[in-house]
């Protein structure tokens, strides 16, 4: 027989991790790296020092071992409907925040972003089961919605206050798609929280109140006083609580974009690019993710939950049954138009927005603005950027911009001193910036200076 394989560390079980001390977490996850000691000291470099801030950094995850810095930017004198902000952007990478900034600069010299919310209704489903007859199903619905109301009065009564609470509730018929099954469509208002835990606890209810009121109908058959809860969740996808956001100046505001073409010319070219990524899938999803550079980055950076955000974004650009570009141009009466229309369901109370203290700070940068104005202001964003990108790749390419942003990264992975840094970027100045180009550069200056 052969040698028995030694076990190795990456093969060990960590037992009971979540009940191991913070120290002891970090100890054990050590042990899988090659020099655990310098792992131990970089994860404890970005701990706060303040013990009271750290420990609420580890509540909001679990097993959490140290804290994952990303850069917090901003992007000022952005106009949306008159009013100016200076817009925190939370993103790692290059050019974005440049992006945005010069966008919001270009257009704040032709009136600004103009913005508005066309609602701000959200979703939640209880998915059931019911084997009983469906016109006995459907012809309990007023009785139905009048209990489910009744179960859930004390968890709505605060929000009905502030303007907000259960909008409407519907039965939805799926079993022609799948047996026996339907579901609980309700639609919810939360005011200025997102409201996942407001509307999750609500269709929760629901689903008890639901299953007790079948049990309660002593007159059907004991086959059709049965409900089945399979699930109750809210929905991500939000098409009813939707922004639009929109750019627009005469044609010859746009002379002098490219050197060779005229203002018209340029409109053309652009409205040609973006109309493209309605008919590509392949351009349409990179031309989506340059919309999603500039809302994930507010949306980060005032606390809310980007997964969702882009979950429910990319669904919407294929509401039509197939996906594409969530943006569009108009070119009318001498006047170029670009313009935005996207889901996105935000808050400014509750949740990380209100414990993450520089999700606090961002709000107050942009003036503690209700949830409404915030989907304006991620939304401002998401056209800034993708205005900025498709401007480029229709006129000098994207890449000349880019790297140059890029520049700083590249000296540091090579270890650049300061003094090289500063001549690398006079020599950069007007040269293409490759990874290839700066490490030539690197390496020809380093001889120089040990001749």
Not at 352 to 359: E, Q
Not at 437 to 443: I, R
Request: glycine residues 6%.
């Amino acid at each position: 027989m052969g040698e028995e394989r030694p076990t190795r560390k990456r093969d060990r079980i960590i037992k009971g991790f979540s009940k191991l001390l913070k120290e002891d977490k970090l100890k054990a996850v050590s042990e899988y790296i090659e020099n655990p000691g310098e792992f131990i000291a970089l994860l404890k470099s970005f701990w706060y020092s303040d013990a009271e801030k750290q420990r609420q950094f580890d509540e909001f995850s679990e097993n959490t071992i140290s804290n994952f810095h990303i850069p917090y930017g901003v992007s000022p004198n952005v106009m949306i409907n008159g009013k100016r902000y200076v817009v925190p952007m939370v993103i790692e990478e290059s050019s974005v925040v440049a992006a945005a900034s010069a966008a919001a600069k270009f257009w704040g010299d032709r009136g600004g972003f103009h913005a508005e919310v066309v609602d701000t209704q959200k979703v939640g489903q209880v998915h059931f089961c019911y084997k009983g007859k469906k016109e006995t199903l459907f012809s309990f619905l007023p009785e139905i919605k009048k209990t489910l109301r009744d179960a859930t009065r004390s968890l709505t009564e605060k929000m009905e206050k502030r303007g907000g609470g259960i909008i409407d509730i519907q039965l939805v018929d799926f079993t022609d798609k799948l047996p026996d099954y339907y579901q609980l469509r309700v639609t919810f208002g939360t005011c200025d929280s997102m409201g996942a835990n407001f509307i999750n606890t609500c269709l929760e209810t629901f689903a008890h109140a639901l299953q007790d009121f079948f049990l309660r109908q002593n007159q059907l058959p004991e086959n059709e006083r049965h409900v089945e809860i399979v699930m109750s969740i809210l929905s991500n996808y939000t098409p009813e609580c939707r922004v639009k956001v929109w750019v627009e100046c005469p044609l010859y505001d746009l002379d002098g974009i490219d050197e060779h073409l005229d203002g018209k010319a340029f409109a053309e070219k652009f409205k040609k690019a973006v109309d493209i990524a309605h008919i590509d899938v392949y351009r349409a999803t990179t031309h989506n993710k340059g919309i999603y550079n500039g809302i994930d980055a507010v949306v980060i950076a005032t606390g809310n939950d980007f997964r969702a955000t882009e979950a429910a974004g990319h669904s919407y650009a294929a509401r039509n049954g197939q996906y594409e570009s969530l943006s569009s141009v108009e070119i009318n009466d001498g006047m170029f138009k670009f313009m935005l229309e996207v889901p996105m369901a935000l808050g400014t109370v509750g949740g990380l927005t209100s414990l993450h203290p520089l999700a606090k700070e961002s709000l107050e940068l942009l003036g503690n603005p209700s949830a409404p104005e915030l989907m304006m202001i991620a939304a401002t964003m998401g056209l800034a950027n993708n205005y900025a990108a498709v401007k480029s790749l229709t006129t000098k390419g994207i890449q000349q911009g880019h790297m140059k942003m890029h520049l700083a990264n590249i000296l540091n992975q090579m270890n650049a001193t300061d003094e090289e840094k500063t001549a690398a970027l006079v020599h950069f100045k007007d040269v293409t910036v490759t990874y290839a180009g700066v490490e030539e550069f690197l390496k020809v200056k380093r001889l120089k200076v040990k001749s």
